[in-house]
């Protein structure tokens, strides 16, 4: 059964004042791809962000083919091969100024990856 007791001011995600509105431009979503799901072995292979107004996206593939020993899905045409400091140092500069980076489970992820 609920508890049907009242809640009381201040008890309520509904109190908490409104924040201003984001431009879509100032949120930035990011994915990585990886090789699997063990940070210890496993490799990213892949970094995309986009804007969510779709004003500007970033998109590169990460060279470790030779270190695997096996190839990786092929990439898009027009998508950069890049080493993995380059890759992270051009997201660093993608997301620059961005308000809000938002993705699939970044924190516990993508982040520590």
Known sequence: MVDE???ETGDSWLDTPA???LKLADVVVIDI???GLDRD?????EIAAVRLDQSE???????IEAELGA???????????L????????????V??????AGQNVAEFDLPF
Do not use: Q
């Not at 996206?57 to 060279?63: D, G, M, N, P």
């Not at 190839?71 to 091969?81: H, I, K, M, S």
């Open 5 to 7: 007791e009242p809640l």
């Open 83 to 94: 080493s993995l400091p380059e890759g992270l140092r051009e997201l660093e500069k993608f």
């Open 19 to 21: 924040l201003p509105p």
């Open 57 to 63: 996206s970033f998109h590169c593939r990460i060279a």
């Open 33 to 35: 791809e990886t090789t």
């Open 71 to 81: 190839a990786l899905p092929p990439a898009e045409d027009g998508v950069r091969t």
């Open 41 to 45: 072995v496993d490799r990213i292979w």
């Open 96 to 101: 620059a100024g961005a308000e809000v980076i």
